[in-house]
């Protein structure tokens, strides 16, 4: 009988899911480990839903109930600014965000979530941060300044720019008020716009008023946001980011779990979080249709104009590496993924 790779793969996965699940569940002490969890982003978008959700359910279902969580909305106990102190200092037990929000002490952060036209597709993230290092770097840049461990969130994003005016090129970004978040202002910044930082929850309002022309943001969250009430054009191709936030946990919390609920959170942001990514891929595609159903332009831009984003795009990356040791060595896994795909 022939088994095919993909088969094979799926077997070991199962196989070492129900591993750690009744390593788990037979685990002797019984003790039972309740996290609070708080959230970065609306509780009606994917990020919210699918990631943190699949990853949340996971973690319970493979624990035999040993780990649960109380769970709180963005913003319910500490401020999404906030959120990286509060798990250090064991506010929060652990904290799902974005680490775009924390570069200022973070600088790394700005590749941690994916540099500006990096990876189109979520299986590059998945690849340079398992298979090339750059989950340690990250880790690194994050537990060498806050007692926390950190977890890759990979997403699935169609990301872009959606605004209000119906334009035609990329040019017509000169000027524009783009919300738009840590190396993405800087980004939208060289290609003519002017980077303005909103919270999630007051972009609607944002939009609706005209205090901005656009967000930088995911199809799925455009939609979840009903920005297309206001949105004409989105400027999706290529995409600019397929998208990674993370799980923060405490590091007392981590150490005080035993290996077997260690194993079971490794399993469910790893894996797990590679299942929930290609349910995030199809909640995007979703929305695309949504938006353009709504009467929004799709632009895909031309070929010189690709290549004045691409040199934004390079320019951003040089200044993101000169920001420390540990970013240098970050965008240089980039920089070597990119020339092994690309040939760049």
Known sequence: MKVSRRNMIAAGLGATATAITARA???????VFTLRYQGSHPSNQAFTTVTGGGFRDLVET????????ETYDAGAIV????????????????????????????????????????WENAWEA???????????????????RFNVRHFPAIMALTYGVALRDRISSLSELAGKKIRAVGVYGDFVRKLGG??????????????????IDGVLYGAEAVAAANLQDF????????????????????????????????????FAA??????????????????????????????????????????????????????SDLAASAVEIVRKQQQDFRNL
């Open 194 to 211: 002017v980077p303005v930082v909103i919270p999630g929850a007051e972009l609607y309002t944002a939009m609706q008023l005209g205090t």
């Open 79 to 118: 401020a999404v600014a906030g959120m990286v102190e509060a798990v250090d200092q064991g506010i929060l037990d652990v904290g799902q965000s974005y680490g775009a929000f924390y570069t200022g002490d973070i600088p790394e952060a700005d590749i941690e979530v994916g540099l500006p036209l990096a």
């Open 231 to 266: 949105c004409n054009t989105m400027i999706y191709s290529p995409n600019w980011n397929t998208g990674a936030g993370h799980w923060i946990i405490n590091g007392n919390t981590w150490n005080a779990l035993p290996e077997d609920l260690q194993n079971v959170i490794e």
């Open 270 to 323: 790893r894996y797990g979080n590679a299942a929930h990514t290609m349910n995030y891929a199809a909640e995007e595609a979703r929305n695309m249709l949504v938006l353009e159903q709504a009467g929004m332009t799709m632009l895909r831009l031309s070929e010189e104009e690709l290549a004045s984003l691409r040199d934004a795009a390079q320019e951003t990356w040089d200044d993101v590496a000169a920001k």
């Open 25 to 31: 569940a037979s685990a002797q002490d019984g003790q």
């Open 126 to 144: 998945y690849d340079a941060y398992y298979n090339r290092g750059l989950r340690d770097v990250i880790n690194e840049a994050y537990s060498s």
């Open 62 to 69: 493979m624990s035999g109930g040993r780990i649960r969580f």
